[in-house]
């Protein structure tokens, strides 16, 4: 038998990076591995030139436009050769960041020969000469933190809100088509007040809008101060500087909110905090594709084949499953279970530093891109829907009994505002309707019979489970707030 492990070119073992690759693809470019260390190769970059641009270091030489454009274009040009040549190193210095740092120490090294890189003072490049400067302060989570800042900022910005912008958007566009479409509610699954299905829709689309605006605040913090937050080596070997000015300063600098106070690492909170967000805006899309799911059972929608494939069985050829909602639910409770995972347990390090941290952040991608999948499906899972109005009215028409309530809540106000014979309303609708299939004509009898006052009786009268829909269509406008 072939050993699968060790086909030409590789195969993947995860589903993202083989059967949906095209989908996530898009967060390699921020959230994989290779992406991880050009992010850090940046922040390495970008703290020499913060150095030697403050003159933070009494005898650094300050750097030409020509020498930082040099080294911005080292991360710029960060591919496919520099990932190979970054492996090679890490086999030998076992640690990543090390990797890093030594790669960019090749660099300024090989920046004598570079055309045009010119000192500040016109003549050769002083980069070969500032390699010491190279990580210098740093400990690892110095320039990990702020790279999985950037890094993550940017999947969320860039590929996951975009998406999830798009889902709500698909979302109030079908709330405000279906705005009038009288549907019948079903509160634990039993035929209930009527609503409209613009407006079931419409409180999905308002839950997950909230949850993208939580995602939108989000607040990137990192830090830069040393092996256990102290700026101790940064001190004693540079008294004069102010140290926590340049350590905000820098942070800043790459688009990051500072935070002053830390052990080892940045205490991750801010992650968690994202984290519990996109998995609240999950179980509401969740929530969106059962219940979408069950109105494709009820029959209030249709699936066009040309949207979700001609299959639908092996056996069954009349079938045409909903499986873009069924996708969207696993991929969202994959993404909620790693989500969840991360919100948890990034937030403890044993004292000042463990380990744990680095495994778990390599997740990251793998947890969003799951929910990338699943917001893919519901999109295109709305996209291939058509209402069955005639169907939404047969089952309207089939159930009178939900008139039952305002009958009821009429009888009270009319009792209220001096009506008699109104008396016990609740338990003569109960008799009335309660485990019974009520007709047109029996409950126009009943409202008949009541003796209400003219006006009353007749809006009751006119009253039908279509149009016993209160403010519904009007309640979607709120989503234009």
């Known amino acids: 038998m072939v ?72 991360v710029e040009d960060f591919g496919a ?22 790669l960019l120490k090749r660099r300024l090294a090989a920046a004598a020969q570079a055309p045009g890189v010119v000192g500040a003072d016109g003549g050769p490049t002083v980069l070969p000469t500032v390699s010491e400067i190279v990580h210098i302060f740093c400990t690892s989570e110095d320039i990990n933190n702020l790279s999985y800042a950037l890094t993550i900022r940017a999947a969320v910005e860039q590929v996951w809100l975009p998406a999830a912008r798009g889902l709500v958007e698909d ?23 009527p609503t409209t299905l613009g407006k079931e829709l419409a409180v999905l689309a308002h839950r997950l809008r909230r949850q993208v605006r939580r995602v939108e605040a989000t607040e990137y913090l990192g830090k830069i101060n040393g092996a256990t937050g102290t700026f101790g080596a940064h001190v004693v070997s540079v008294p004069g500087a102010d ?25 991750h909170d801010w992650q968690a905090e994202l984290y519990s967000d996109v998995a609240r805006f999950n179980r509401i899309a969740h929530n969106l594709a059962t219940d979408v799911w069950t109105y494709i059972s009820l029959g209030y929608f249709h699936q066009r084949l040309s949207a979700q494939g001609s299959t639908g069985s092996s056996t069954m050829p009349h079938k045409v499953n909903p499986i873009r909602f069924e996708n969207g639910e696993a991929n969202l409770e994959i ?57 939404l009215e047969e089952d309207l028409e089939a159930t009178w009994e939900v008139l039952g309530e305002p009958v009821q809540q009429a009888m009270r106000a009319a009792a209220v505002a ?14 009335l309707t309660r485990g019974k299939k009520v007709t047109p004509e029996a409950m126009r009898e009943f409202i008949s019979g009541l003796g209400m006052p003219d006006d009353v009786e007749a809006r009751l009268l006119a009253l039908t489970p279509a149009t016993y829909t209160g403010l519904a269509a009007e309640l979607v406008s709120h989503l234009d707030d």
């Open 171 to 193: 979302l109030a566009a079908m709330a405000h088509e279906y705005a009038d479409a009288a549907m019948l509610a079903r509160t634990h699954g039993q035929p209930a007040t």
């Open 335 to 391: 993404s909620c279970s790693l989500l969840d995972t991360l919100a948890a347990t990034l937030v403890t390090s044993r004292l000042q530093r463990d380990l744990t941290d680095s495994t778990t952040q390599r997740n990251v991608g793998v947890a969003l891109g799951h929910s990338l999948l699943a917001v893919d499906n519901i999109r295109r899972g709305l996209a291939g829907l058509d209402v069955d109005r005639a169907r």
């Open 81 to 102: 050769e520099e990932i190979a040549e970054l492996g090679t190193i890490e086999a030998e210095t076992r640690h990543d960041v090390k990797a890093v740092e030594y």
């Open 243 to 267: 140290w926590q000015a340049v350590g905000r300063g820098f942070v800043e600098h790459l688009g990051l909110t500072w935070n002053p106070l830390t052990t080892q690492i940045e205490s």
């Open 3 to 74: 050993d699968l492990s060790a086909v030409s070119p590789a195969i993947a073992l995860g589903p993202l990076d083989g059967r949906y690759r095209a989908v996530a693809a898009p967060l390699v470019n921020h959230l994989s591995e290779a992406a991880l260390n050009r992010a850090r190769l940046q922040v390495e970059v970008e703290w020499l030139i913060h150095l030697t641009d403050g003159g933070v270091l009494p005898g650094a030489p300050r750097l030409s436009e020509t020498e930082k454009s040099y080294l911005r274009g080292v």
């Open 418 to 431: 001096g009506a008699t014979g109104m008396a016990d309303p609740y338990e003569r609708l109960k008799k």
